[in-house]
T-cell receptor, first 114, second 112 residues
Framework: EAQVTQNPRYLITVTGKKLTVTCSQN?????MSWYRQDPGLGLRQIYYSMNVEVTDKGDVPEGYKVSRKEKRNFPLILESPSPNQTSLYFC?????????????FGPGTRLTVL | GNSVTQMEGPVTLSEEAFLTINCTYTATGYPSLFWYVQYPGEGLQLLLKATKADDKGSNKGFEATYRKETTSFHLEKGSVQVSDSAVYFC???????????FGQGTELSVKP
């Protein structure tokens, strides 16, 4: 089954404690990205990656890092989380060929930073 | 870049009522347009899309027509069900790079 998986699904942490949210896809898609969803603001892109070792900032990259060492994985790293990073996070891939304009989302990770 | 404006919610309807959620856009050229749906506790799923002007996307009884004259892509369903309760997002590509621009989302609640 084609899917995007994220872990953990829920996380409560404290300010300053480094954390990583993993994202993995089994569709061999080149393009992957991270979004955060906040009430009244919709979804905003954090970082994206066009392919292995190619990453770039989205709209709200401050406080986040990413890496793309393998095509299937695209972890989101919060080196020193702060309460304003409390949000719902989604990893997404973009299809290829005839599905190039379609994005596929993971189930989401709800992060609370105390 | 492109942008999208979506009708605010929440929208509460009775089962079998008619649904319209408005979406208008500004864009360079004629990009594909999308409706995504987010069921409670889940990620976003593609509901339907239209790739060119006058195209009608449809899925699960939902429809939306790509209207370049009014720069709109309104979502409609003739008879909603309780299981349609979700948040609906209108979206389009920001540019050629792959990022999607989403509306703020419209929460739909359908009562029996």
């Amino acid at each position: 089954e084609a899917q995007v998986t994220q872990n953990p699904r829920y996380l409560i942490t404290v300010t300053g404690k480094k954390l990583t949210v993993t994202c993995s896809q089994n569709m061999n898609h080149e393009y992957m990205s991270w979004y955060r969803q906040d009430p009244g603001l919709g979804l905003r892109q954090i970082y994206y990656s066009m392919n292995v070792e190619v990453t770039d900032k989205g709209d709200v990259p401050e406080g986040y890092k990413v890496s793309r060492k393998e095509k299937r994985n695209f972890p989101l790293i919060l080196e020193s989380p702060s309460p304003n990073q409390t949000s719902l996070y989604f990893c997404a891939t973009r299809g290829q060929g005839v599905r190039r304009d379609t994005q596929y989302f993971g189930p989401g990770t709800r992060l609370t930073v105390l | 870049g492109n942008s999208v404006t979506q009708m605010e919610g929440p929208v509460t309807l009775s089962e079998e009522a008619f649904l319209t959620i408005n979406c208008t856009y500004t864009a360079t050229g004629y990009p594909s347009l999308f409706w995504y749906v987010q069921y409670p506790g889940e990620g976003l799923q593609l509901l339907l899309k239209a790739t060119k002007a006058d195209d009608k996307g449809s899925n699960k009884g939902f429809e939306a027509t790509y209207r370049k004259e009014t720069t709109s892509f309104h979502l409609e369903k003739g008879s909603v069900q309780v299981s349609d309760s979700a948040v609906y997002f209108c979206a389009l590509p920001y540019n050629q790079g792959g990022k999607l621009i989403f509306g703020q989302g419209t929460e739909l609640s359908v009562k029996p």
